[in-house]
């Protein structure tokens, strides 16, 4: 059995998950069909943009990325320290 270059196979990965993606979002929407159409292209219009940055700078795209898990996690600390727990 041969199996396919890891690129494809990753390629293909991603393509499968978008589509059951999509079919998921289209079938269990509570927006009506031209909001959800508006929606989906302004979140598709956002990923392409995130692509094409990643592929300008990689390492950039990380460091936003660690950035923003640190805040996070920062902000949820924050609110435990004044619930008092």
Same mark, same amino acid.
């Given at each position: 059995m041969?199996? /396919?270059?890891?690129?494809? !196979?990753?390629f293909?990965?991603?393509?499968?998950?978008?589509s059951?993606?999509? $079919?998921?979002?289209? =079938?269990?929407? !509570?927006?009506?069909?031209?909001?959800?159409?508006?929606?989906?292209?302004?979140r $598709?219009?956002? $990923? $392409?943009?995130?692509?094409?940055?990643? /592929?300008? @700078?990689?390492?950039?795209?990380?460091?936003?990325?660690?950035?923003?898990? /640190?805040? !996070? =996690?920062? @902000?949820?600390?924050?609110?435990?320290?004044?619930? /008092?727990?």
């Amino acid at each position: 059995m041969s199996t /396919g270059s890891p690129d494809r !196979t990753l390629f293909i990965g991603i393509l499968v998950g978008v589509s059951l993606g999509l $079919a998921s979002v289209l =079938l269990f929407s !509570t927006k009506r069909g031209s909001r959800l159409r508006t929606s989906l292209l302004e979140r $598709a219009k956002d $990923a $392409a943009d995130q692509v094409r940055s990643l /592929g300008r @700078d990689p390492n950039g795209w990380h460091d936003r990325k660690r950035e923003r898990v /640190g805040r !996070t =996690l920062m @902000d949820q600390l924050e609110r435990i320290r004044s619930a /008092g727990l």
